[in-house]
């Protein structure tokens, strides 16, 4: 079992940046995929990243270029470095994690409960 928390969400300014922290508990945090999905309201839940065990990550087209996963396996935490946020980033952000991950979010059997992140134009 894994269980998930996310932080760092907030209101910030188009343009403007945010750190997202995904803290895990449970075992073996170390060999999970973690993965990055937000879902605005009205629409389906968005691949944004995601980081596998050896640190290879992989991102959404909407987000490469701005957006950086990285983890600490010895604090069991997961990050999402947002730069140059956009309105349309607004969504709530949520950390899942899986043994074998992917871009589909069906993959992954834990999730946490979700971060609101909101930039203002």
């Known amino acids: 079992q894994v269980q998930l928390v996310e932080s760092g969400g907030g209101l910030v300014q188009a343009g403007g940046s945010l750190r997202l922290s995904c803290a895990a508990s449970?075992?073996?945090?170390?060999?999970?995929?973690v993965g990055w999905f937000r879902q605005a309201p009205g629409k389906e839940r968005e691949f944004v990243g995601f980081?596998?065990?050896?640190?290879?990550?992989r991102y959404g087209d909407s987000v490469t270029g701005r957006f950086t996963i990285s983890r600490d396996n010895a604090k069991n935490t997961v990050y999402l470095q947002m730069n140059s946020l956009k309105p349309e980033d607004t969504a709530v952000y949520y950390c899942?994690?899986?043994?074998?991950?992917?871009?589909?979010?069906?993959?992954?059997?834990?999730w946490g409960q979700g971060t609101q992140v909101t930039v203002s134009a």
């Open positions: 980081i596998r065990r050896n640190g290879s990550r």
């Open positions: 449970g075992r073996s945090f170390s060999d999970y995929v």
């Open positions: 899942g994690a899986d043994r074998l991950g992917g871009t589909y979010y069906p993959s992954y059997d834990y």
